[in-house]
């Protein structure tokens, strides 16, 4: 099993967290967007840095807010998606966290995001890019890994699949036993974080 962390996870420049990430041995890294628009440097810089300290690139995250829109806003997203695997190509990563929307103005709608999900999974496929949908506890509409699994389901792309994070599911007090009752070949990723408790 690869050991992966995300660079969101440490604190200092992107080239310390790469230091720190090598010297602690992890297998790869999640480049989190902010670290990389914040970096000096392009993203083949960054695949070069990783590689020099040994660490794959696993995951490119988050991209949001792109399930429950409007039609028109749709088509910008799937535009603004194209761009992302551009970068991830560079990168030389295959995979985008795709997070469940935050926008109170999000349609809650089930078949819609499962439609908007399998549209953009298409344009994923045609890139060799696979997308992992999260719930996060702090979403508008899709709260629970239940509901992103429903969608996931639904939706019914070889290149959409779930991420599970255990800080999303346990800070709802979600029960992570129906974790089993998804094909382990559908979790495409899955992440360990703890927190404090919060309300």
Not at 30 to 37: P, Q, S
Not at 63 to 82: C, M, S, T
Not at 90 to 115: E, F, K, Q, Y
Request: net charge negative.
């Amino acid at each position: 099993m690869r050991k992966c962390i995300a660079t969101v996870c440490l604190s200092g420049t992107l080239t310390a967290k790469l230091d720190a990430i090598s010297a602690a041995r992890f297998d790869a890294i999640e480049v989190f967007e902010n670290d990389l628009i914040n970096f000096h440097g392009s993203p083949a810089d960054l695949r070069n840095m990783a590689a020099d300290r040994g660490l794959g690139i696993d995951l490119y995250q988050p991209f949001r807010e792109i399930e429950g829109v409007p039609d028109e806003q749709f088509k910008r997203n799937l535009d603004r998606a194209e761009r992302k695997f551009d970068i991830m190509d560079t990168l030389g990563t295959s995979m985008m966290l795709v997070c469940a929307s935050v926008s109170p103005h999000a349609i809650d709608d089930d078949a819609r995001a499962a439609a908007q999900l399998h549209a953009m999974a298409e344009r994923a496929a045609r890139r060799n890019i696979r997308l992992g949908y999260e719930a996060l506890a702090w979403s508008s509409r899709v709260n629970h890994y239940e509901h992103a699994w429903k969608i996931v389901r639904e939706a019914a792309h070889p290149h959409l699949g779930i991420i599970l994070d255990s800080f999303h599911i346990l800070s709802l007090g979600d029960d992570p036993a129906a974790i089993a009752d998804i094909p382990g070949d559908k979790i495409f990723f899955l992440q360990m974080a703890d927190a404090p408790r919060l309300s």
